[in-house]
């Protein structure tokens, strides 16, 4: 009986709505709602409905319900289209924002997700650091090697005297100047990170270099004498 008083009120709707009776329609979503509160498809109609009949707040409120579900099967093409909705009611989320750049980072879809996340980890450094390190961290998952970022969120955790997790970000960075070659930018980078850590001077050592650099480089290694087995390492053998 419940199936066809649901059916009833949905024909009853859609009556409505075709005379352009907004506010009747919506009373009866309402109701069709109250009988079957986990019916996503209506929840999504009363949203419309009420963003069309200018009650932001409570379109606002039907979105974010859609929100909870969709994350919780996990569905984030659904997720998309409801936070875009969100963020066009509520643009002073940044954790929406965040959601919405996490959901276009599942679907592969790193270009959009990058400056949303970026957003989130800026707007909510100061409000909620560890929500915005948990975006920060996103971000840098769709580009490990973006010292520029590393270096932004080290900074930003100096600024909150998070500084032995600063030194963290600040040392990803250094690997991967080193890993590079680039030994002036990794020193530039170490100086900061031994304000924080003065303890850590290997920051300053660079790795071992491969064997084929012996003869790719022979003119800068010919120059470095090399001690033969038989030849004494005591200082008085170089005089």
Known sequence: MADLDRNELEQRALRELSRDQLDRATQ????ILRMEPRDRRIRQKLAELYLKGGRRRDAE???????KAYRHDGNHRALVAVLLKVQQLAPEDFEMRGRLGESYRNLGRASEA??????AWRSLM?????????FADMRLGLDPSDIPFLTEIAEGLVSLNMNLRAFGYYEKGIRLYRDRGQVEEMGRLAVRALELKPDEPDLFVPQPRPASLWTTQRPLFST???PSPTTPTTPSSWT
Do not use: H, V
């Open 114 to 119: 990058k400056p949303l996340l970026e957003d």
């Open 224 to 226: 470095c004498s090399r």
């Open 28 to 31: 009866t979503y309402i109701e």
């Open 126 to 134: 100061r409000q909620d650091i560890e929500m915005a390190l948990g």
């Open 61 to 67: 409120r039907q979105y974010r319900q859609l929100y």
